[in-house]
């Protein structure tokens, strides 16, 4: 079962897809979109949650400059203007709606008390940081863009933390990638997992970098990580 609310916050009132399992109460995940916005790439996997007995909430970040937007990675344009969206988006108040969306989720009729957030591409990035200045009951970042500059901010992680790396993401360079695992090699509530041979957005369904065995490995860590964080007792 799947419908839109809008999520109340300090900083204004934010519209979220949401995905209901089929047994309530249960734990909330809230899934941070990539560039492409709320598309039916973010809405199949918070139904993919929903069958794994969450609450899936994916609220759109780009409603202060976006409302509504729907992208795909399938065209030169959709790219292009995703490029422009990423340019023109404010990390900061998007790590503040993160933040804001998951205190409002604990809430949530229905809910559990317990949050998780699960992002990707740019989500992946906002995840990262949730973990770093906000924290949930457990996050999950899928090739988090940029998180090298952020890389400081580790050592501020409270929250327990996986990020799933692509050995040959084109958005995200070896370097960069040897950054992000250093500084959560240490880290006892945090690791990064790579995954050989995959680009970016390995796990985006029906992405151009699509690969279904990596996407099927991040996505059972993924699974194990939450339930060990969100459903025990």
Same mark, same amino acid.
Not at 62 to 67: L, S
Not at 155 to 182: F, G, M
Not at 185 to 206: E, I, L, T, V, W
């Given at each position: 079962?799947?419908?839109?609310?809008?999520?109340?916050?300090?900083?204004?009132?934010?519209?979220?897809?949401?995905?209901?399992?089929?047994?309530?109460?249960?734990?909330?995940?809230?899934?941070?979109?990539?560039?492409?916005?709320?598309?039916?790439?973010?809405?199949?996997?918070?139904?993919?949650?929903?069958?794994?007995?969450?609450?899936?909430?994916?609220?759109?970040?780009?409603?202060?400059?976006?409302?509504?937007?729907? %992208?795909?990675?399938?065209?030169? *344009?959709? $790219? +292009?203007? !995703?490029? /422009?969206?990423?340019?023109?988006?404010?990390?900061? #108040?998007?790590?503040?709606?993160?933040?804001?969306?998951?205190?409002?989720?604990?809430?949530?009729?229905?809910?559990?008390?317990?949050?998780?957030?699960?992002?990707?591409?740019?989500?992946? %990035?906002?995840?990262?940081?949730? *973990?770093? $200045? +906000?924290? !949930?009951? /457990?996050?999950?970042?899928?090739?988090?863009?940029? #998180?090298?500059?952020?890389?400081?901010?580790?050592?501020?992680?409270?929250?327990?933390?996986?990020?799933?790396?692509?050995?040959?993401?084109?958005?995200?360079?070896?370097?960069?990638?040897?950054?992000?695992?250093?500084?959560? *090699?240490?880290?006892?509530? !945090?690791? /990064?997992?790579?995954?050989?041979?995959?680009?970016? #957005?390995?796990?985006?369904?029906?992405?151009?970098?699509?690969?279904?065995?990596?996407?099927?490995?991040?996505?059972?860590?993924?699974?194990?990580?939450?339930?060990?964080?969100?459903?025990?007792?």
């Amino acid at each position: 079962m799947h419908d839109m609310l809008q999520i109340t916050t300090p900083g204004g009132s934010i519209p979220a897809y949401v995905a209901r399992p089929q047994k309530l109460p249960a734990p909330v995940i809230v899934v941070v979109h990539e560039v492409f916005g709320v598309n039916a790439d973010m809405r199949q996997s918070c139904d993919e949650l929903a069958a794994q007995g969450y609450m899936a909430v994916c609220p759109n970040l780009f409603w202060r400059i976006a409302p509504a937007l729907e %992208l795909t990675d399938r065209t030169e *344009a959709e $790219r +292009a203007q !995703a490029l /422009a969206l990423y340019n023109a988006f404010d990390i900061d #108040a998007g790590v503040n709606d993160v933040a804001a969306v998951v205190n409002a989720a604990r809430g949530m009729p229905g809910a559990t008390g317990r949050v998780g957030v699960v992002g990707y591409c740019l989500g992946g %990035l906002l995840a990262f940081l949730t *973990a770093a $200045r +906000a924290g !949930a009951d /457990a996050v999950v970042g899928y090739y988090p863009g940029n #998180a090298d500059q952020y890389i400081g901010e580790a050592s501020r992680i409270a929250s327990p933390l996986i990020v799933h790396l692509a050995e040959k993401d084109e958005y995200i360079p070896v370097d960069a990638q040897r950054k992000i695992s250093s500084a959560l *090699a240490n880290h006892p509530q !945090a690791k /990064a997992y790579s995954y050989p041979g995959c680009d970016h #957005a390995f796990a985006r369904h029906r992405g151009i970098g699509y690969d279904a065995e990596a996407a099927a490995l991040a996505n059972g860590r993924t699974a194990a990580f939450l339930a060990l964080h969100l459903q025990g007792d």
